[in-house]
């Protein structure tokens, strides 16, 4: 028996919506619906039966739900105290950002903060919007660099930095490559590609095809390398944001703005931290960060 999976019965029974359990756990439903199967198959017993939209638990779901609660609060503090444990014995700024940023700000302003504070180390690392936001809810980061895609949280100091304006790359000999501009129902028939890991697939595509309203083919790249060399063959458009210095550098391919109702399609990028986390080095590398963008 999976820890996270007692964690998605948890979220599940406690919710009482697998809908609502998924959104929580920044999984899609058939994930979570699997890790509840695989955990009923683990223990050999069914811990809850659906009926249409709802469900109940059995008597063996009710006994773990009841008796597991205790594990999984004493599995959070036990986990949280190691982090602090690990990280006070030497300076740390924990920082993450999403992979599909490609900018030099990012790079530009650890540079400076580590002029200014050369005993803090920065310890980076990259993933989606929704990686980036559990880690951060549960406190591995101190601060993520990423995109406003859910109305701002009092939990969390929501920093604004940029709006970053939403192009396409797409190869010069593809039939549409001399298009002014494109909007998103010219991308039905053209496959998009997108920089995302295995496990972040879905997530991303249900952002771009369901909130954004783009395409409804999807490549996925695991960095910008790989998305490149998949422009290079003509695969598919590459959704490009703007940002200082991140200048595609393929002769063989044109940047097209993608426009929405005669405006360019823009996206809101922000700093966010915890509000119990708000201190004079985390809001130091805001400003810095922030004057970068500027």
Known sequence: MMLRQLQYFHTVVRTGSFTEAAEE?????????????ALENDLGVKLLIRENRSFHLTEAGEYLYQKSGQIL????????ETIKIGCGSQNVL????LKSYSGKELLNA???????FPDTQVHIQNGNHEALYHLLNSNQLDL???DQRRAFSDKYV?????????FLVIHEKHPMSSNPFFEPQMLNEIPIILIASKEQQEAEQDYYQNALGLGNTYIFAENHEEARLLVAGNRGVMIEEEFQGNHHNM??????????????????YCLFWKVENDKEKIQRFAKILKSKFA
Do not use: H, W
């Open 25 to 37: 756990c920044f999984i899609s439903q058939s994930a979570i619906s699997q890790q509840i199967k």
């Open 144 to 146: 993520v660099l990423n």
């Open 73 to 80: 609060e004493d599995f959070e503090r036990i986990k949280n």
């Open 251 to 268: 002769d063989f391919a044109k940047k097209i703005p993608l426009m929405r109702y005669g405006t360019q399609m823009t996206k809101p």
């Open 110 to 116: 650890v540079l400076e903060y580590n002029d200014i």
């Open 94 to 97: 924990r920082l993450g950002y």
């Open 158 to 166: 929501n920093f604004n930095l940029f709006q970053a304006s939403f």
